[in-house]
């Protein structure tokens, strides 16, 4: 076709500020802004063009102005979606690094609101009328939970580690295991890290074991940290060995250096608290010795996202002065709710703390739950071809928390029977349709079928399961 009859066609679309003053226009507008929508439109209108050029329309069938829109609208509804959307996590992992880790308590999310919308003491001492400290705004707490002498935050654990080992460890000699040489997911690495910091790794024992003697060899004039580093997402079982801390603590402090831990996840109870066995606390660390310890605020701790420093106060105090803290600070929303979340901690409420809460929930409550979905299930979704069936689930703390055992969980397991179905829908393309739920849904899968976790699951997010799985199969 010529550009002439294209021209002639397209003529029967309004011009550009027609469209964009019309009713339809305005609506538009008013969702997603004026630059958005024109620039849609005009990107549609070359894809009009061209595929009028290929004669790939049916002319005499077609209202070209109503294909524009129709092709359009579609770009809009995607231009008007949040690009951080709220998701249902049925994957039964607490914390869950890519589905935004730990939830934050109400409390602490309303402490988060007051601080946002109102003035602060955020930097200001109230009594003195003077300049304060926004990290005094959780010392005291931090110290009394954990039994350290001082304590600092920055805006991540990778942010402690970073500022503990350039302020500290400059061209200086920090000695780790082989066996605690980790990457963390999210490209935490510890050689990296050091590295970034300025520090020189020195590394001892093999990937299994690693003895005194190797930390101790490897001490000379030039060294300045014995590092520990939790493993995380892993564990290495077998033929291993790693010195205690206690005898990690006493080597370092017999040559003068700092017996430093990245705790990662920090617990802040007992492990027997939320039924982890062998997860040692932050409190116990420090008691066993280690003079520093750093971990994530929104890992097993059940709070925002924040890095926290803690140990002996001299060593602190020398990070209060280095110039690296301030390019980590942290923001007041995130002091508002995670000294809202310590207080909980103080009080004992830890099932307020929706982490907590899920690690620790009772069996016969995770059963009782998987029971009730499956029961709400099987009376709305009223299709021969589904199969609904209440399964034991391994389930998991996450977050590269607590590597070693799998959390015995119960979930909903959800399959589509070949024998009485016209088309089998396999596991992978009912995880794909329930992730393209409005609210997307993203579950786990076993043996076949969609597997939803209920450990993981909140509020209402039980009525939205069952109304996607209505749409899917009714
Ligand atoms: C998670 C983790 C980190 C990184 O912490 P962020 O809070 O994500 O910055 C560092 N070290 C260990 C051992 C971890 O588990």
């Not at 009376?379 to 590269?400: I, L, M, P, Y």
Request: net charge neutral; with cysteine; charged share 25%.
């Amino acid at each position: 076709m010529s550009d002439n009859n294209i021209n002639k066609i397209m003529r029967a679309i309004p011009g550009m500020d027609i469209m964009l003053d019309s009713e339809w226009g305005k609506s538009w507008i008013a969702a997603i802004g004026r630059v958005t929508v024109k620039n849609i439109l005009n990107q549609e209108l070359a894809l009009l063009r061209r595929d009028i050029l290929e004669n790939k329309l049916d002319l005499n069938n077609i209202n070209i102005e109503e294909e524009l829109k129709s092709r359009s609208i579609k770009n809009f509804e995607r231009a008007a979606r949040k690009n951080l959307r709220r998701v249902i996590n049925a994957t039964g992992v607490v914390i869950h690094t890519n589905l935004g880790r730990s939830l934050i308590a109400d409390e602490a999310v309303e402490a988060m609101r007051q601080a946002a919308v109102n003035y602060s003491n955020l930097e200001y001492d109230i009594e003195s009328g003077s300049r304060g400290q926004r990290n005094s705004l959780v010392e005291n707490l931090l110290c009394n939970i954990t039994g350290a002498e001082a304590a600092l935050v920055v805006n991540n654990n990778a942010g402690a580690v970073l500022l503990c080992l350039t302020a500290l460890a400059k061209d200086f000699e920090v000695i780790v295991s082989r066996g605690e040489l980790v990457e963390i997911g999210g490209s935490f690495r510890v050689p990296d890290i050091m590295a970034l910091g300025g520090a020189i790794l020195k590394e001892v024992g093999t990937t299994n074991r690693t003895h005194l003697f190797d930390y101790e060899n490897a001490i000379n004039n030039n060294s300045k940290i014995i590092l520990k580093v939790h493993p995380s997402n892993f564990k290495i079982e077998g033929f291993t060995a790693m010195p205690e801390r206690l005898e990690l603590a006493e080597l370092a402090h017999k040559n003068n250096l700092i017996f430093m831990e990245d705790a990662g996840s920090g617990l802040l109870v007992p492990g027997e608290d939320l039924n982890l066995i062998g997860e040692v606390s932050i409190k116990e660390s420090l008691n066993q010795g280690v003079d520093l310890i750093t971990f994530s605020g929104d890992k097993m701790l059940g709070g925002p996202q924040i890095g926290v420093i803690a140990g002996k106060r001299e060593i602190i105090n020398k990070l209060r002065k280095f110039p690296l803290l301030r390019a980590l600070r942290v923001d007041k929303t995130t002091f508002a709710a995670f000294e809202t979340t310590l207080r909980l901690y103080m009080r004992g409420e830890l099932d307020s703390i929706p982490t907590l809460e899920m690690i620790r929930r009772d069996k016969n409550l995770l059963r009782e739950q998987a029971d009730n979905l499956a029961e709400k299930i099987l009376e709305r979704v009223n299709n021969k071809r589904v199969k609904v069936e209440v399964v034991k689930t391994s389930d998991a703390v996450g977050g590269g928390s607590y590597p070693e055992r799998p959390l015995m969980g119960w979930g909903v397991a959800v399959s589509c029977d070949a024998s009485v179905a016209d088309v089998k829908l396999s596991a992978g393309s009912l995880l794909n349709l329930m992730r393209e739920s409005k609210t997307p849904i993203i579950c786990g899968a076993h043996d076949n079928a969609l597997i939803i976790h209920v450990r993981t699951l909140r509020g209402h997010d039980v009525d939205l399961i069952i109304n996607r799985l209505e749409e899917i199969f009714n």
